[in-house]
């Protein structure tokens, strides 16, 4: 738990979480929600065309959106890493940030997934007539990254209310 501490207590920690610079807490969580949205957002639409929405748009357009969604990651990581260090004592303790870390990373792993089959893997989808076929493997992988995803947000919403995050802010 020192080591907790001295991190939160540290230069960047006492400025993002004390300051009341307009750069530091508040624009912090607004890059953070913006990489969210280009990660699990656009993530999610490529899921959905993979489970048949949309399905006249080939899956072969999709994929400068993969350079798009890991640019959402890596603000989204930076962006938490600062967070993590002004909120180390409480987050690093609790269950459902820890549940957030690892639905993200199954998330991720997933992403890289469905990219593979899809672009680098020379048999998986073939366009007969015009039209993409999605093999069930792939469809399988799009419902688990919409899960994952699902469940990363949710948690990440839930560390102020639940766990050691909301113990140490007066909640249950």
Same mark, same amino acid.
């Given at each position: 738990?020192?080591?907790?501490? &001295?991190?939160?207590? +540290? ?7 004390? +300051?009341?610079? !307009? ?24 899921? !959905?065309?993979?489970? %048949? ?10 994929? %400068? !959106? ?11 990581? !930076?962006? %938490?890493? &600062?967070? =993590?260090? &002004? ?19 199954? &998330? ?29 493997? =792939? ?5 688990? +990254? ?27």
């Amino acid at each position: 738990m020192d080591v907790l501490r &001295a991190i939160e207590d +540290s230069g960047i920690g006492i400025w993002v979480r004390e +300051s009341g610079s !307009l750069w530091s807490y508040p624009t912090i969580v607004f890059l953070h929600a913006v990489g969210l949205t280009f990660v699990a957002g656009v993530n999610a639409a490529v899921d !959905l065309r993979l489970l %048949g929405f949309a399905p006249r748009l080939p899956l072969a357009s999709m994929r %400068g !959106l993969f350079p798009v969604m890991w640019v959402g990651f890596w603000i989204n990581a !930076l962006s %938490g890493i &600062a967070l =993590l260090i &002004a909120d180390a004592t409480t987050m690093m303790v609790s269950w459902v940030f820890w549940v957030k870390i690892a639905a993200i990373v199954l &998330a991720v792993v997933t992403l890289a997934r469905i990219r593979y089959v899809l672009y680098l893997d020379p048999n998986a989808v073939a366009a007969p007539g015009g039209h993409d076929t999605v093999p069930p493997r =792939l469809k399988m992988l799009a419902v688990a +990254s919409l899960f994952l995803w699902f469940a990363a947000v949710t948690a990440g919403r839930l560390t102020a209310y639940l766990g050691a995050g909301a113990v140490a802010k007066g909640g249950h």
